[in-house]
């Protein structure tokens, strides 16, 4: 079975960064598209950034030039690098997978970016 593990939340002040990290047990990995979302407190889940098998990236516009998806393959994880964050990015984060057997979500990991 697909799991998805997340990591590296936390409790941040603005202008911090955060590296979150999605760890995947799956036999094939670097072909699958994956996404990161996030779901504020109280507000529906929105997608922030995605990377294909081929590493082009898309991010939401509240994050560009701040947040950086990227893919390590060899190691079947999946990271997002988060700087200069502010309190509007406080949320829990989730990772997905996409295969041809369906998508696959991760648990998810708290980000709260606060004074």
């Known amino acids: 079975q697909v799991q998805l593990v997340e990591s590296g939340g936390g409790l941040v002040q603005p202008g911090g960064s955060l590296r979150l990290s999605c760890a995947a047990s799956?036999?094939?990995?670097?072909?699958?598209?994956m996404d990161w979302y996030r779901q504020p407190p109280g507000a529906q889940r929105e997608l922030v950034a995605s990377?294909?098998?081929?590493?082009?990236?898309n991010y939401v516009d509240s994050v560009k030039g701040r947040f950086t998806i990227s893919r390590d393959n060899a190691k079947k994880t999946v990271f997002l690098q988060m700087n200069s964050l502010k309190p509007e990015d406080t949320a829990v984060y989730y990772c997905?997978?996409?295969?041809?057997?369906?998508?696959?979500w991760g648990q998810g990991t708290q980000v709260t970016v606060s004074s």
């Open positions: 990377i294909t098998g081929g590493g082009v990236t």
């Open positions: 799956v036999s094939v990995f670097s072909i699958y598209p």
């Open positions: 997905k997978l996409w295969t041809p057997s369906g998508a696959y």
